[in-house]
């Protein structure tokens, strides 16, 4: 059974900087699509940022610059280094995992996700 356990959410003032782990069980990270999404109340989720099966990279425009997506694959856990937080950076993140080897990670691609980790960023 995979499970995604998401961790290292909290509020912060506007500037700060926060880091999400996502640790998995049952789940290898090293050759899927894997990622990060949010999602803000009363709005629908958005892709942060996602590596895909052979490492690219690639992050939504709002975060480009400020967010850093990693994993280590040893401890199979995937990061997501988030700085000069902002106040609309305020959602639920969640992890997600796929299936599927892909060069390019499309949302459909993600099959499995985490319960989300809250964060909070005050001006």
């Known amino acids: 059974q995979v499970q995604l356990v998401e961790s290292g959410g909290g509020s912060v003032q506007a500037g700060g900087s926060l880091r999400l782990s996502c640790a998995a069980s049952?789940?290898?990270?090293?050759?899927?699509?894997v990622g990060w999404f949010r999602q803000a109340p009363g709005t629908e989720r958005e892709g942060v940022a996602r590596?895909?099966?052979?490492?690219?990279?690639t992050y939504a425009n709002s975060v480009k610059g400020r967010f850093t997506i990693s994993k280590d694959n040893a401890k199979n856990t995937l990061y997501l280094q988030m700085n000069s937080l902002k106040p609309e950076d305020t959602a639920m993140y969640y992890c997600?995992?796929?299936?599927?080897?892909?060069?390019?990670?499309?949302?459909?691609?993600?099959?499995?996700w985490g319960q989300g980790t809250q964060v909070t960023v005050s001006s």
């Open positions: 997600a995992a796929g299936l599927r080897v892909r060069t390019f990670c499309a949302d459909s691609d993600f099959a499995y």
């Open positions: 590596i895909a099966s052979f490492g690219a990279t």
């Open positions: 049952g789940y290898s990270y090293s050759s899927y699509c």
